[in-house]
């Protein structure tokens, strides 16, 4: 019995000592990520990044430790002898294929090149002219692969000499991979000048932002700005940014209108770790 006793617990210390904590940074090329997934393959252990994008979990000599976060390419490293481990994670390239109806019977074909984010797939927008000038616009998107994005909006456009106020309500809901985030937002826009397609505006919003990963859960108010503008001639950059308390939410967008309905354009937009960089050409065939 004494013998039994002292080999199990020989056991036990061996299992032990086996283990012990690896810590370590993943990161891009620029800084370290928030909420990236440190697992301990064939097993359930698993850990996640800080905002600094560092780790720490548990693992012996042998053990293989998979890193991945959305957008980028996993990667998967033998322990050994190694108690720091930093990784940098590459993003991945997408090509992107975006075709945009709209109800006032234009229609636009995109190529896109997509950094860190996978959007690729069908895009389908209608605009709808409501008795007393409302607007409603609606847009879904989706790869086909469990990656969606819904936007809705309404507003309310009330000329005002040479500009035009609108107030207005918006909802956008993207689930992409692991993370997921619905927006509510309301705003107050001014318009810029009678043409008002493309337009100028300014625009102030308030809203309620949900942002959920796998180990991260938060609900905030947010209190944001938005700003499209003609830069010269036909070039229009567009800038929105908005204040989530500890998430910030960033999108900038810029236009060149080519002759003969060809528009090319650039857009990218940050919430937290879900981000969109693209750059494209569209040509709308007017109306059909």
């Known amino acids: 019995m004494k013998s039994l006793l002292l080999l199990c617990i020989l056991s036990t210390s061996s299992f032990c000592f086996g283990q012990r904590a690896i ?3 993943v990161s891009d090329v620029d800084s370290g990520l928030f909420d990236a997934i440190v697992l301990v393959k064939g097993t359930v252990i698993n850990s996640s990044t800080d905002f600094d994008g560092n780790y720490a979990i548990a693992a012996k000599t042998g053990d293989v430790l998979i890193f991945s976060y959305p957008g980028y390419d996993t990667q998967e490293i033998v322990v050994g002898d190694q108690s720091v481990i930093n990784v940098k994670l590459t993003t991945e390239l997408t090509l992107v294929f975006t075709v945009t109806h709209y109800y006032d019977k234009k229609f636009e074909i ?4 997509g950094f860190n984010y996978q959007t690729y797939g069908l895009g389908i927008m209608k605009e709808f002219n409501y008795p007393l000038d409302f607007e409603v616009r609606t847009f879904l ?4 692969m469990g990656n969606k994005k819904f936007e809705f909006t309404i507003d ?5 000499t040479d500009f035009y106020l609108n107030v207005g309500f918006i909802h956008q809901q993207v689930d992409f991979e692991s993370s997921h985030f619905k927006k509510n937002q309301l705003f107050l826009k001014k318009n810029f000048g009678a043409d008002r397609n ?7 919003v308030l809203g309620h932002l949900k942002f959920q990963t796998q180990n991260y859960n938060e609900e905030n108010l947010g209190l944001g700005f938005h700003l499209r503008k003609r830069i010269i001639n036909n070039i229009y950059i567009s800038s929105e940014y908005t204040y989530w308390n500890r998430v910030n939410e960033i999108k900038l967008q810029g236009e060149y209108l080519i002759k003969h309905n060809w528009i090319a354009s650039f857009k990218y937009q940050h919430v937290n770790n879900y981000e969109e960089i693209s750059i494209g050409i569209s040509r709308s065939w007017g109306y059909w």
Do not use: L, R, V
């Open 198 to 204: 493309p337009f100028q505006h300014i625009a102030i």
């Open 23 to 25: 810590t370590g940074t």
């Open 156 to 160: 309310k456009p009330i000329p005002i």
């Open 141 to 144: 998107g989706s790869n086909f």
């Open 110 to 113: 995109e190529n896109e090149y």
